[in-house]
């Protein structure tokens, strides 16, 4: 049984076609510049290196149209019938309330799919975009919509409510959902299978750390907390995100500046903030920013300090919040990448038996591992997320009780 998996996201689509007798990811890739002038394809099979290749890409359905046609050619392809693909699993970043679970797609889970542009327009009509691709080249083929929002519907009321008027709540959904649920949810189980206990026992934190991040509180497996809310702007200070910040602070800029639209603020917190503003370094790179930093840049030290900072202060307030938990696992772009991060967010936690072994924890590696001190009371780990194969096993367990 073969399964794709499209992952379209602002400027890039990524995919993976999984053989999952095997759980074997065999062929995976991106189209990412999608809409400049210059876009590029980059692919790569269990058995082929990476090619580049420019292109020129309009949108998203044009780029899941030349992925679909790269996977179905004659010479170089992994698919020889479409047939073959079992189902399609796209990833969604924002389910609103509408979604709690994975969907199989039809024409009223489309409708109800649009509804939820207004909460993460950056995201939403290009997963929609690819839905319609995906329609179009692989016709009778079952598509399955997976939400980074779902993990998190276990939170209690009293996590996810906002103490606004309840009208906003009943009437317009304003509540905390929280992101990354895949990836969370995917390396909870990894957790748990690493430390012996069993899924629904385990207490952890789990910290996505990318050029977006968030944390997530879990007790006996379930979500009761997570950084990020109704959009994926709260929490950390991010790399073009500014994170938690005093709503007035909106209402001051807005009053100063009357002609700005809400387009333009709102590209001004998620697109123009975070490490990349204070930093001065474009995009928020971690990477560029330690250079940086090491190299005596004080703004790059200051970016990494904040961002770093902001992390500790929801480890230490979900570590209150579950009265002791059993790890806490590190994990995506940064989590996994960052041996400085990582470090100076447990930095000074010794009186919670937190402490990370130095020497475990500078090795750059792809494994999961253990980077916890062997007197730290609190296990830590670093897991590579998979939230393309998390995506395959959700997609067929929805196809298999659709059938």
Known sequence: MKVLVVNCGSSSVKYSLFDMEKEQKIAWGLVECIGLEEAFYKRQTITVPQVKTSCKVANHFEAVQIIIKDLLDEKTGSIKDIKEIAVVGHRVVHGGYKFSKPVLVNEQVKKDLKECYSIAPLHTPHHYAGIEAVEKMLPGIPSVLV?????HQTMPDYAYRYAIPSEYYEQDHVRRYGMHGTSHKYVTQKAAAMLNIPVDKVNLITCHLGNGSSITAIKNGKVIDTSMGFTPLAGLVMGTRCGDIDPAVIVHILAKYPKMTSDELNNLLNKQSGVAAVSGIAGGDMREVE???????????LAFN????????????????????????????????????????????????????????????????????????IKVMVIPTNEELMIARESVEVLNENK
């Not at 939400?147 to 993990?151: K, N, R």
């Not at 940086?292 to 790059?300: D, E, R, T, V």
């Not at 992390?311 to 209150?320: E, F, M, N, R, T």
């Open 147 to 151: 939400f980074d929002t779902a993990f």
């Open 291 to 301: 250079d940086a930093m090491l190299a005596g840049n004080k703004k790059a030290e």
């Open 306 to 377: 904040m961002l770093c900072y902001s992390g500790k202060k929801y480890l230490c307030a979900y570590y209150g919040i579950l009265n002791g938990i059993d790890g806490i696992v590190f994990t995506a772009g940064i989590g996994e990448n960052s041996p400085l991060t990582r470090e100076k967010m447990c930095e000074g936690l010794d009186n919670l038996g937190i402490k990370i072994d130095k020497a475990l924890n500078e090795p750059r590696s792809s494994k999961e591992r253990f980077i916890s001190a062997a007197d730290s009371k």
